[in-house]
C-alpha cells in the first residue's frame, strides 16, 4: 500500500533504529526497486546481510519530499533523478560492495 512522505520518512527513522550517522546512508527514488536497489547500487537482497528499506509513495511528489528531507540530514544521493513514475523510496546503508 502506498504512503505518504511522511509515513515513509517515520518507518525509514524507525528503520535507523536511533543511528543518526546520516553520511553512512544512501537515499534515493526510483520507478523500478529491483534494478535500481539490488542490480545498479549492489545491494544485497539476503536478509541480515545488508541494512536497506524501500517503501511505496502515494506519487512522486512524496517520494520526493522524503529524499530531500533525508539528504538535508547528510545522507548521500542527490535530487532530480527519477522519472514521473518514479514513486519508490529506497535507504541503504553504504557498504565496500555498494555503488553510490
Avoid at 542490480?39 to 522524503?66: C, F, L, M, S
Wanted: aromatic share 12%; net charge negative.
Amino acid at each position: 500500500m502506498a504512503k505518504t512522505a511522511q509515513q515513509i520518512a517515520d518507518d525509514i527513522y524507525a528503520h535507523l533504529n536511533g543511528d543518526t550517522n546520516y553520511k553512512a546512508y544512501y537515499i534515493g527514488i526510483t520507478n523500478d526497486i529491483d534494478r535500481r536497489l539490488f542490480g545498479e547500487h549492489n545491494v544485497t537482497k539476503t536478509p541480515n546481510a545488508a541494512w536497506w528499506i524501500y517503501r511505496e509513495a502515494i506519487n512522486k511528489d512524496h517520494a520526493q519530499a522524503v529524499e530531500e528531507h533525508f539528504l538535508k540530514k547528510g545522507m548521500k544521493g542527490d535530487t532530480g533523478g527519477g522519472t514521473s513514475d518514479s514513486t519508490w523510496v529506497y535507504c541503504y546503508k553504504i557498504t565496500n560492495y555498494t555503488k553510490e
